[in-house]
């Protein structure tokens, strides 16, 4: 499976931007795709997750009621609609896929990881 994250940007607290995750490969092995982020001296986090099976999302308290994760099926694309965009917001978000539909918010259930993409929001 290869994912490739793109979408990212310079914007304002406030603002909103929309990432992509295009996934290619073996996609039908895919039971769950997630978004992390890494900011500055930080760790990687959770940010969101969706299903594929049944769509159920997960979201981290951070970002939740913000941030929207769905998905394309058609075309092997899951999105993050990101609002009202805050400075901590700013981070590396990398995309991610894992063959168990319960990764839920655990790192180490993801099998494959994009290069990420750099969201970097303004005060």
């Known amino acids: 499976v290869q994912l490739q994250a793109s979408g990212g940007g310079l914007v304002q607290a406030g603002d909103s931007l929309r990432l992509s995750c295009a996934a290619s490969?073996?996609?039908?092995?895919?039971?769950?795709v997630g978004w992390f982020r890494q900011g500055p001296g930080k760790e990687r986090e959770f940010v969101a997750a969706?299903?594929?099976?049944?769509?159920?999302?997960l979201y981290a308290t951070s970002v939740k009621g913000r941030f929207t994760i769905s998905r394309d099926s058609a075309e092997n694309t899951v999105f993050l609609q990101m609002n009202s965009l805050k400075p901590e917001d700013t981070a590396v978000y990398y995309c991610?896929?894992?063959?168990?539909?319960?990764?839920?918010?655990?790192?180490?259930?993801?099998?494959?990881w994009g290069q990420g993409t750099q969201v970097t929001v303004s005060s």
């Open positions: 991610t896929s894992s063959n168990n539909p319960f990764a839920s918010s655990i790192i180490k259930f993801y099998d494959y």
């Open positions: 490969g073996r996609t039908s092995s895919i039971r769950a």
């Open positions: 969706i299903r594929s099976s049944d769509g159920n999302q």
